[in-house]
């Protein structure tokens, strides 16, 4: 997946909303509870979605955070500038944001890809996610959560939490710009009693940890180095969420 830029994302975004006869500076409440057979879009505001409401469309700000509350069910979730938050049991059609960090709470879902570009993306226990992962730049933490499709990243650290499953593949992409700037190497681990069945091939140098209960299947570009415990005794990672 080429990364997201923030200003077709935001005229797009835009458009749609001036098409819809939307209002550009309001936020967008659902109750809990409710049941909205579309969804809205806006421009300058926040979204927050009810627990344990119904919103069969998609929802879409450019300059606001989204909050989907526990058990609410959405289409897909969409913002520009800002953070998207689903809380436990809420499910999502797909999340997608530019500047600005994903979290899914313990047991959230999402039927599609999870799509950040400067960003962290934080997946708890029993989270289940459908489609890809990407990032550009930002952390991605699995804590006991699994992921059906593939995931790439360019920059930051890739943490395949313990018992985290991921069914695709993991790549590690070069940036499309070259930059004189001092980078990090990008850093994954997999934890212990994780696993990837994927291949795992790095497009750019940067360090692989494996645990010695780990499980994965072809590794390109780098050499895996191995570890026993919870973590790499000289990485520095994202804390998991709930822990």
């Known amino acids: 997946m ?45 979204i927050t979605i009810g627990d344990d409401a119904v919103v069969e469309g998609d929802l879409h700000t450019v300059n606001g955070d989204i909050h989907a509350e526990a058990g609410a069910h959405t289409g897909e979730l969409i913002t520009v500038n800002g953070d998207i938050h689903v809380e436990h049991d809420a499910q999502t059609r797909e999340l997608t944001n530019v500047n600005g960090s994903i979290q899914l709470d313990q047991n959230s879902a999402s039927k599609g890809d999870v799509t950040s570009v400067n960003g962290d993306i934080s997946a708890a226990s029993g989270v289940h996610i459908r489609g890809d992962v990407t990032d550009v730049n930002g952390d991605i933490s699995l804590c006991d959560a699994s992921v059906e499709g593939d995931m790439q990243f360019v920059n930051g650290t890739l943490l395949v939490g ?40 790095f497009e750019r140098p940067g360090k692989l940890y494996v645990s010695d209960s780990a499980v994965i299947h072809g590794v390109q570009g780098v050499t895996a180095e191995k570890f026993s415990g919870a973590v790499p005794a000289d990485v520095s990672l994202t804390t998991c969420p709930g822990k």
Do not use: R, Y
């Not at 458009?15 to 806006?42: E, N």
């Not at 070069?174 to 994927?198: L, T």
């Open 2 to 46: 080429k990364p997201i830029s923030p200003g077709l994302v935001s005229g797009v975004l835009l458009g749609m909303c001036v098409l819809a006869g939307c209002d550009i500076t309001k936020s967008i409440s659902v109750p809990a509870g409710a049941h909205w057979t579309s969804g809205k879009s806006t421009v300058n505001g926040d």
């Open 162 to 201: 313990e018992k985290s499953q991921v069914q695709g593949s993991v790549t590690v992409k070069k940036p499309e710009f070259n930059s004189s700037d001092a980078v990090q190497p990008p850093i994954m681990v997999v934890g212990p009693h994780a696993s990837v069945n994927g291949p795992i091939t």
